[in-house]
């Protein structure tokens, strides 16, 4: 395959004229190609008088390709050979079957992976399978009745499974980037996210996703138990030996093991809480919190496409903005969600967290992301290497009691944060959050130095994108799962300082969002293969 890169095109091209415009720009007949497809298609909207598609297109052709390629007029091309991963082995066949903690992007892949090499992973879940899952989030956003192991958190799919399904990530390409994508788009996702250059899956089409990969994971020989929490570690002479599982009817079994993969994700407190008792080396990492921002999704697309705003082949934009400051205070922008919703994101009682998501079709009324500042170590208020978690879980505690202690969640007006006003009474946006939103002062929410900072990078992004401070605009708190408060320790081999125990994924401190979390576990699974 030869990968023919930097096409640019108008928004309204097609295939065919996308090969032609190939056949030209490298001067090779057309009736040379014997097949184009698409690799890569970004947007340039930096002139917002002509804004285009920019591709890559790979291209299958007619004859001897290392000649044709040595003899393309457009020089900005390459060949590409897939490779495979791995083989599947039966020479590598370990007494006892790996143990997978959490089914999320990251607990999945290595289950996958571990499954396609013949090792048959037991992947455990203290929520419940997908499809149950979503009913007990849609509860909770209905009624305030949380399910603190089945909710926006914990569950089949992780927490990125209400997140929009986002698949932009900031590792580089490798080959494990790849198979992520295959696999998505082979389990029911998108075909577009195998070139997009901001792939997203969609809310609603990720329970679909992530039910297919649990049936493959099976068909290979995997196991899945579902509602079954992991509440102990048995070890001797610094290696795991075995596990300690609480069951659905609260009853508590051993499972012998040699080999335990910890994709625990970022919220799992109370796991994280053992597993320092048990002798894991454990350390304090920097995060962020903040709050989501709402506004009007056409008021975005205007600003970022001008009189493209309405031209169907673009859709929902979007936007990311930072800002740093000469007191090492970053603000920035994360998980923008095009046409989209803020959600419920609590997993534990009195407490309140927010997300956002969107549907596939990026089609609601707002568009919201995450305003987030900076926090470090310094700020936690202790050198427990669990204190970053204490300082997330008190202002989410702190949160719920502003919103009413109802699991309404704080919000105020743009307008009125920057004044430092309470606000009073709702502009022309309305807010998405359910259950419901408490109008309040959020400077009684976050530090000082939080609102400092979110007050300074609000005026500033709205340099950046026009309208982006506008009065009426939502800020709803609080956002604190950005990414994980630890880091648990692991060596060149991804081990932990106990023997057979491996940390991996976002939760671990290792990703940062669905694709490099999955990656991570594909990762793992080449360590302990090995």
């Known amino acids: 395959m030869i990968r023919v890169n930097n096409i640019k095109a108008n928004l309204d091209i097609d295939i065919n004229g996308l090969k032609e415009i190939v056949s030209i720009k490298?001067?090779?007949?057309?009736?040379?190609?014997?097949?184009?497809?698409?690799?890569?298609?970004?947007?340039?909207?930096?002139?917002?008088?002509?804004?285009f598609f920019v591709y890559s297109i790979d291209m299958e052709v007619i004859g001897d390709?290392?000649?044709?390629?040595?003899?393309?007029a457009w020089k900005d091309c390459e060949q590409i050979k897939e490779q495979a991963l791995w083989q599947p082995s039966t020479r590598f066949s370990p007494a006892l079957r790996p143990i997978i903690v959490g089914t999320g992007p990251a607990g999945m892949f290595a289950g996958l992976a571990l499954a396609e090499i013949g090792l048959k992973p037991i992947l455990l879940e203290r929520g419940k399978e997908v499809s149950q899952r979503k009913q007990d989030v849609a509860k909770f956003w209905k009624s305030g009745q949380l399910d603190t192991h089945s909710n926006v958190q914990f569950g089949e799919g992780g927490a990125g499974t209400f997140s929009d399904g986002k698949l932009m990530t900031g590792i580089k390409k490798t080959p494990f980037m790849r198979k992520v994508l295959q696999e998505f788009a082979s389990a029911g996702a998108p075909e577009e996210i195998l070139y997009l250059a901001k792939p997203h899956i969609g809310t609603d089409k990720l329970v679909t996703v992530v039910q297919n990969i649990r049936k493959k994971i099976i068909s290979l020989g995997g196991e899945y138990l579902f509602e079954?929490?992991?509440?102990?570690?048995?070890?001797?002479?610094?290696?795991?030996?075995?596990?300690?599982?609480?069951?659905?009817?609260?009853?508590?079994?051993?499972?012998?093991?040699?080999?335990?993969?910890?994709?625990?994700?970022?919220?799992?407190?109370?796991?994280?809480?053992?597993?320092?008792?048990?002798?894991?080396?454990?350390?304090?990492?920097?995060?962020?919190?903040?709050?989501?921002?709402?506004?009007?999704?056409?008021?975005?697309?205007?600003?970022?496409?001008?009189?493209?705003?309405?031209?169907?082949?673009?859709?929902?934009?979007?936007?990311?903005?930072?800002?740093?400051?000469?007191?090492?205070?970053?603000?920035?922008?994360?998980?923008?969600?095009?046409?989209?919703?803020?959600?419920?994101?609590?997993?534990?009682?009195?407490?309140?967290?927010?997300?956002?998501?969107?549907?596939?079709?990026?089609?609601?009324?707002?568009?919201?992301?995450?305003?987030?500042?900076?926090?470090?170590?310094?700020?936690?208020?202790?050198?427990?290497?669990?204190?970053?978690?204490?300082?997330q879980q008190k202002l989410e505690q702190k949160a719920f009691n502003l919103g009413g202690r109802n699991y309404h969640a704080p919000a105020q007006l743009v307008g009125d944060f920057l004044r430092a006003r309470p606000s009073q009474k709702l502009g022309n946006i309305t807010p998405s959050y359910a259950p419901g939103i408490t109008l309040t002062d959020l400077s009684l929410l976050f530090p000082e130095y939080i609102t400092t900072t979110l007050a300074k990078a609000i005026v500033d992004m709205d340099k950046k994108l026009h309208g982006f401070a506008a009065d009426d605009a939502v800020l709803t708190g609080i956002e604190t799962r950005s990414s994980s408060p630890i880091r648990i320790y692991r060596d060149e081999n991804f081990e932990s300082n106990i023997k057979g125990i491996y940390p991996c994924g976002e939760g671990a401190g290792y990703a940062g969002g669905i694709v490099s979390s999955a990656v991570d576990g594909l990762r793992v699974c080449l360590k302990v293969q090995k």
């Open 26 to 51: 490298t001067g090779l007949d057309i009736n040379n190609i014997k097949n184009i497809t698409i690799a890569k298609k970004s947007i340039d909207a930096r002139n917002k008088t002509e804004i």
């Open 65 to 72: 390709e290392d000649y044709i390629f040595s003899i393309l």
């Open 228 to 391: 079954h929490q992991l509440v102990d570690l048995i070890i001797k002479n610094n290696a795991v030996q075995a596990i300690k599982v609480q069951t659905p009817n609260h009853e508590i079994k051993e499972i012998a093991t040699d080999c335990l993969i910890l994709a625990i994700g970022h919220s799992a407190r109370d796991t994280f809480q053992m597993l320092y008792d048990c002798g894991l080396q454990i350390e304090q990492k920097p995060f962020s919190i903040g709050a989501r921002i709402e506004h009007p999704q056409t008021m975005i697309n205007q600003s970022q496409y001008g009189r493209y705003a309405t031209h169907p082949a673009l859709g929902a934009a979007d936007y990311k903005l930072a800002v740093h400051y000469p007191d090492g205070r970053s603000a920035y922008t994360f998980c923008m969600c095009p046409g989209g919703q803020v959600v419920a994101a609590a997993s534990e009682k009195n407490t309140v967290v927010t997300n956002g998501m969107s549907e596939f079709a990026r089609n609601k009324q707002n568009a919201n992301a995450a305003l987030l500042v900076s926090v470090t170590p310094d700020d936690f208020g202790g050198s427990h290497p669990l204190q970053g978690m204490y300082f």
